[in-house]
């Protein structure tokens, strides 16, 4: 009986070694799969952290039809070519989402206090225009001031570039985005949405911090350069910017009356 009874407590023995090994091998697994999981979960959130795409996004939307036009550098918003600033505001104004008034061949008045809200989101509320009739690029705006407004131009909207921030970096109350013009002719061939376009030429463009907005104050020559395939595109003559910017733009005009189709393209 005490062989017997020995037998099995060393059995017993056994198959709590067994099971402490196996809870211990178990154990460990979670202890990996945790560990695991806190680095992954700890570099996903880095890479949120440093992701800044969607704020590249929101600066494109801001900047397009400003970049569109090729500003000269301006050190502040009284040393810039007003012409094209205003030029820019005015297509950054348009919404679909309204009825404008037209004049009997189809024009399009677009009020000058549309130009007032985008100048404020862009620029900072100190920022004012004087508004007058001006040309830009062979078009001419005129300002109607009865009706506050402008009449816009019937022809197409030629534009140079179209903008890819390549990076944004604070600098104190300075926030300064540099800017990538693309040109969809610099590649040499024929338009296609699935082409990638270097940039011909950089531009920073500077903000300045105020609470959680940024303001643009001033426009500058970029210490990052294109590659010399895409420096030689930049000195060629002003192009078109890819047809879906022109597209996106026309498309925000409400629809013409039929008239308006006679107008001619500009020079």
């Known amino acids: 009986m005490a062989v017997n009874d020995s037998q099995k407590e060393k059995s017993a023995l056994r198959r709590r070694r067994r099971w402490r090994q196996l809870l211990g091998a178990v154990v460990c697994l979670l202890v990996v ?57 005015i297509w950054s104004s348009i919404s679909e989402d309204k009825d404008y008034e037209r004049d009997e061949v189809g024009a399009m008045y677009l009020p000058t206090a549309d130009i007032d809200t985008a100048a404020a989101e862009l620029y900072g509320p100190d920022v004012h225009f004087t508004y007058q009739t001006f040309e830009d690029r062979g078009l001419t705006y005129q300002y109607v001031e009865e009706k506050q ?51 011909v030429k950089y531009q920073d463009y500077l903000f300045h911090r105020d609470g959680d907005k940024t303001y643009l104050y001033a426009v500058t020559e970029s210490k990052m350069k294109p590659a010399a395939s895409s420096s030689a595109s930049a000195s060629a003559p002003a192009v078109q910017a890819p047809q879906e910017v022109l597209d996106n733009i026309a498309g925000s005009l409400p629809a013409a009356p039929s008239s308006s189709s006679q107008s001619t393209p500009a020079e």
């Not at 502040?76 to 505001?89: D, F, G, H, K, V």
């Not at 019937?154 to 990538?180: A, C, L, M």
């Open 33 to 89: 799969i945790g560990l695991v999981s806190v680095v992954s979960g700890g570099v996903r959130l880095t890479a949120t952290l440093f992701d800044d795409s969607e704020l590249k996004a929101e600066y494109v939307l801001r900047l397009r039809n400003l970049v569109a036009l090729d500003p000269v550098p301006f050190d502040s918003i009284e040393e810039a070519n007003q012409n094209t600033l205003l030029n820019a505001l």
């Open 149 to 199: 407004a402008y009449l816009l131009p019937i022809t197409s909207v030629i534009t140079d570039y179209y903008p890819q921030v390549e990076k944004i970096k604070r600098e104190g109350d300075t926030v300064r985005v540099t800017v990538g013009y693309l040109s969809q002719f610099s590649s040499g061939t024929d338009f296609s949405p699935d082409m990638q376009y270097a940039p």
